[in-house]
C-alpha cells in the first residue's frame, strides 16, 4: 500500500512540469517569487553521457567511470566478464545496462552482491515489459470493440454514455489538478514565510540512508504540495552533485525546471533570511516548542539516521548559533524502550501543516509513527507472548481428544505402568506396617 502511494505520488510530479502554469502566474513567472536567482548555472551539469542511456564500455567510458584508476578499470572489467558470462549462460540479467547501473556494479566488492543486483535490474526490465504488453493488448482490445461498435445498428440514436462519448459531466484531467496545486504553492511563497530543509547532512549519512533521504524529501514534497494551507518549500545549502540531490533528480525529473513551484539555493539560509527569524527543529535541545510561530522561519535538517542517533543538528544550530527547538512528544506521548525520537520528514511537515492550519498538538502528533508509542508496543508484545501458549494448549487439547477416539479401547502403557506403581506403593506400606 505504501509502495503504490509512493509510485502514484512520484508520477505525479513527475507530470507536473509536463503542464503549463496557470494563465494567471505566467507573468509573474518573469520575474519568480521564488529563489531560483540564488542558483547558479552548477545545477545542470553539461555531461555527454545520459545516465539513463544504455551505454557500452568503450575506453571514453570506462575513463569516465574510473577516471584512470587501475583498481577501479580491474574491478569494472570482471563486472563486465561476469554480466557476459551471465547473458551467455541464460541467467536472470538485464539485456543492456546504463551509465547508471554500470556505477553502481563499481561500487559493489562482490561476486555475490553483483549478482543480486543484476537479478533486481533484470525484473524491474521484465516488470516493464509485461506492463507494456498489457497496453498493447488493451489497446488492441479496445480497437476490436470499436470496430464492433460500428457494425450495430444505431437506428435508435439513443444517448449511449460511457469512456469515449457523451457524458453529464465534465472530467476534471490531471494537468488542472496539477495547476490547482501549484497555484496554491504560488500564492503561499507569495505570502507565507517557508519551511527550510537543510541539505548539508551527505557526508553524515550512509548511501541507503541518503536514498531514504530522498525518498521522504518526495513524500514531503506531495503532502506539502497537496495540503490546503501549504508552507513555501526553501532548500538551502545544497550540492547539485550530492548523492542526495542525485536520488531526488531520479525521482522527480523536473525538479528542476523553472516553473517547479520550489525554492532550491546553494547559499546557506544564514544568507537569506534574518538570523532572529531563525528557528531549527532538532529532538536534541532542551527547549520544547510551545506553540507555532507564523512569523518564524522553521528550519528541518534533512537527515536520516537509521543506527545511532547523532546530534548533528544540535552542534550546527549551536555553531551558527541559531534558536533550536523540539516538539513536545514526551508531554503528549509516551515513547517504547529502545524507540528513537527522530521523526521521518514527511511526519515533520505534515506535523507543522497540522499546526498551522488548527493549532492542536493532539491532532499534530498524530502524524508521529504508531509503532513508537509505548501502549502500542506493550499491547504487541503482549500478543506475541500470548499467542504462542494459546496455540501449544490447543493443539494439546486437539490430541487429546483424538486419542478418546481413537484409541479409547485399547489398553494404555500408562495404566500398566501405574498398577505396578501401585502394587509397589503396597508392598511397601506393608512391610513398614510389619
Same mark, same amino acid.
Given at each position: 500500500?505504501?509502495?503504490?502511494r509512493?509510485?502514484?505520488?512520484?508520477? @505525479?510530479?513527475?507530470?507536473?512540469?509536463?503542464?503549463?502554469? $496557470?494563465?494567471? *502566474?505566467r507573468?509573474?513567472?518573469?520575474?519568480p517569487?521564488?529563489?531560483?536567482?540564488?542558483?547558479?548555472?552548477?545545477k545542470? $551539469?553539461?555531461?555527454?553521457?545520459?545516465?539513463n542511456?544504455?551505454?557500452?564500455?568503450?575506453?571514453?567510458?570506462?575513463?569516465?567511470l574510473?577516471?584512470?584508476?587501475?583498481?577501479?578499470?580491474?574491478?569494472?572489467?570482471?563486472?563486465e *566478464?561476469?554480466?557476459?558470462?551471465?547473458?551467455?549462460?541464460?541467467?536472470?540479467?538485464?539485456?543492456?545496462?546504463?551509465?547508471?547501473?554500470?556505477?553502481e556494479?563499481?561500487?559493489?566488492?562482490?561476486?555475490?552482491?553483483?549478482?543480486?543486483?543484476?537479478v533486481?535490474?533484470?525484473?524491474?526490465?521484465?516488470?516493464?515489459?509485461?506492463?507494456?504488453?498489457?497496453?498493447?493488448?488493451?489497446?488492441?482490445k479496445?480497437?476490436?470493440?470499436?470496430?464492433?461498435?460500428?457494425?450495430?445498428?444505431?437506428?435508435?440514436?439513443?444517448?449511449d454514455y460511457?469512456?469515449?462519448?457523451?457524458?453529464?459531466?465534465?472530467?476534471?484531467?490531471?494537468?488542472?489538478?496539477?495547476?490547482?496545486?501549484?497555484?496554491?504553492?504560488?500564492?503561499?511563497?507569495?505570502?507565507?514565510?517557508?519551511?527550510?530543509?537543510?541539505?548539508?547532512?551527505?557526508?553524515?549519512?550512509?548511501?541507503?540512508?541518503?536514498?531514504?533521504?530522498?525518498?521522504?524529501?518526495?513524500?514531503s514534497?506531495?503532502?506539502?504540495?497537496?495540503?490546503?494551507?501549504?508552507?513555501?518549500?526553501?532548500?538551502?545549502?545544497?550540492?547539485?552533485?550530492?548523492?542526495?540531490?542525485?536520488?531526488?533528480?531520479?525521482?522527480?525529473?523536473?525538479?528542476?525546471?523553472?516553473?517547479?513551484?520550489?525554492n532550491?539555493? $546553494?547559499?546557506s539560509?544564514?544568507?537569506?533570511?534574518? @538570523?532572529?527569524?531563525?528557528i531549527?527543529?532538532?529532538?536534541?535541545?532542551?527547549?520544547?516548542m510551545? @506553540?507555532f510561530d507564523?512569523?518564524?522561519?522553521?528550519?528541518?535538517?534533512?537527515?536520516v539516521?537509521?543506527?545511532?542517533?547523532?546530534?548533528?543538528?544540535?552542534?550546527?544550530?549551536?555553531?551558527?548559533?541559531?534558536?533550536?527547538?523540539?516538539?513536545?512528544?514526551?508531554?503528549?506521548?509516551?515513547?517504547g524502550?529502545?524507540?528513537?525520537?527522530?521523526?521521518?520528514?514527511?511526519?515533520?511537515?505534515?506535523?507543522?501543516?497540522?499546526?498551522?492550519?488548527?493549532?492542536?498538538?493532539?491532532?499534530?502528533?498524530?502524524?508521529?509513527?504508531?509503532r513508537?508509542?509505548?501502549?502500542?508496543?506493550?499491547?504487541?508484545?503482549?500478543?506475541?507472548?500470548?499467542?504462542p501458549?494459546?496455540?501449544?494448549?490447543?493443539?494439546?487439547?486437539?490430541?487429546?481428544?483424538?486419542?478418546?477416539?481413537?484409541?479409547?479401547?485399547?489398553?494404555r502403557?500408562?495404566?500398566?505402568?501405574?498398577?505396578?506403581?501401585h502394587?509397589?506403593?503396597?508392598?511397601?506400606?506393608?512391610?513398614?506396617?510389619?
Open positions: 500500500m505504501f509502495l503504490s509512493f509510485i502514484k505520488s512520484v508520477y @505525479r510530479l513527475q507530470q507536473t512540469s509536463r503542464q503549463a502554469v $496557470p494563465f494567471t *502566474f507573468l509573474a513567472l518573469r520575474q517569487v521564488f529563489c531560483h536567482k540564488y542558483c547558479s548555472e552548477e545542470l $551539469p553539461n555531461t555527454e553521457l545520459k545516465s542511456h544504455h551505454v557500452a564500455l568503450t575506453e571514453d567510458v570506462i575513463k569516465t574510473t577516471g584512470g584508476d587501475p583498481d577501479l578499470i580491474k574491478r569494472l572489467k570482471l563486472a *566478464f561476469e554480466y557476459e558470462v551471465s547473458k551467455q549462460e541464460g541467467a536472470r540479467t538485464p539485456s543492456e545496462l546504463t551509465l547508471q547501473h554500470w556505477k556494479l563499481l561500487t559493489l566488492s562482490s561476486t555475490s552482491k553483483r549478482k543480486k543486483y543484476l533486481f535490474l533484470f525484473k524491474i526490465e521484465m516488470t516493464k515489459l509485461n506492463r507494456k504488453n498489457k497496453k498493447d493488448e488493451q489497446k488492441v479496445r480497437e476490436a470493440e470499436k470496430e464492433v461498435e460500428k457494425l450495430k445498428d444505431n437506428s435508435d440514436e439513443h444517448i460511457g469512456l469515449g462519448k457523451n457524458t453529464i459531466c465534465l472530467k476534471i484531467y490531471e494537468s488542472k489538478v496539477d495547476h490547482f496545486h501549484n497555484t496554491k504553492m504560488l500564492r503561499a511563497s507569495m505570502f507565507d514565510l517557508p519551511v527550510v530543509y537543510d541539505l548539508s547532512y551527505d557526508q553524515d549519512m550512509t548511501p541507503q540512508e541518503q536514498k531514504n533521504a530522498a525518498k521522504q524529501l518526495v513524500l514534497l506531495v503532502a506539502n504540495r497537496e495540503h490546503d494551507h501549504p508552507f513555501p518549500l526553501q532548500f538551502c545549502n545544497v550540492n547539485f552533485n550530492g548523492p542526495v540531490m542525485k536520488h531526488l533528480v531520479k525521482l522527480v525529473p523536473s525538479l528542476y525546471n523553472s516553473d517547479f513551484p520550489i532550491i539555493s $546553494p547559499k539560509y544564514l544568507d537569506i533570511f534574518p @538570523r532572529d527569524k531563525l531549527y527543529l532538532t529532538p536534541h535541545c532542551q527547549n520544547e510551545t @506553540r507564523p512569523d518564524s522561519v522553521y528550519i528541518v535538517g534533512c537527515l539516521d537509521k543506527g545511532e542517533s547523532k546530534a548533528h543538528s544540535l552542534a550546527k544550530a549551536k555553531r551558527e548559533n541559531i534558536q533550536m527547538a523540539k516538539l513536545p512528544l514526551d508531554r503528549y506521548l509516551s515513547f524502550g529502545g524507540s528513537g525520537k527522530s521523526l521521518t520528514l514527511n511526519a515533520m511537515i505534515n506535523i507543522l501543516l497540522e499546526l498551522k492550519t488548527h493549532g492542536d498538538w493532539t491532532k499534530a502528533l498524530q502524524f508521529v509513527p504508531r513508537k508509542i509505548r501502549e502500542l508496543l506493550q499491547l504487541t508484545e503482549v500478543s506475541r507472548m500470548k499467542y501458549k494459546k496455540s501449544m494448549e490447543s493443539r494439546k487439547q486437539v490430541i487429546g481428544d483424538l486419542d478418546e477416539l481413537l484409541f479409547s479401547d485399547v489398553p502403557r500408562t495404566d500398566v505402568r501405574g498398577s505396578k506403581s502394587l509397589s506403593d503396597r508392598r511397601k506400606t506393608s512391610l513398614y506396617d510389619d
